[in-house]
């Protein structure tokens, strides 16, 4: 499955952020997703939970935030929000287009807390 090993990635970098602070464990990871990252929220959550146990992120919550899609019309000048992709113009009905934003897929934070002695 696709989102597992993205989610496979996302684990990768953050045991080796939490390595650094020995004791330490993950208590959340936000990722941002653009709408247009193509990939499901619900199928990142799922591939979440079956991976984190037995992991310092076993007690981990994750955080999805979406990032919606922005176009921007090179016939007009305009961005706009699409509501499907792809998607013409919604000022003037072209189809030159360009994704300015919206296909990003990043490990925005890492919170950890120490482990109580
Ligand atoms: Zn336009």
């Given amino acids: 499955m696709h989102e597992a090993s993205i989610m496979q990635q996302v684990f990768d970098l953050a045991f080796e952020h939490q390595s ?3 004791g330490s464990c993950i ?6 997703a653009g709408d ?19 992991t310092p992120a076993e007690r981990a919550e994750l ?10 019309c090179r016939a007009c000048d305009r961005d706009f929000e699409p509501f499907e992709f792809p998607s ?3 000022s003037c009905g072209a189809w030159q ?4 934003r ?16």
Avoid: Y
């Fill in 20 to 22: 650094r602070h020995p």
């Fill in 102 to 117: 919206g296909t990003e897929l990043e490990l925005a934070r890492i919170e950890m807390e120490s482990a109580e002695m």
């Fill in 63 to 72: 955080e999805i935030e979406r990032v919606p899609a922005l176009l921007h």
């Fill in 97 to 100: 287009t360009e994704v300015q």
């Fill in 36 to 54: 247009l990252a193509g990939v499901i929220p619900e199928a990142l959550c799922f591939a979440f939970e079956a991976m984190k146990p037995n």
């Fill in 27 to 32: 208590v959340r990871l936000r990722l941002r």
């Fill in 88 to 90: 013409a113009c919604h």
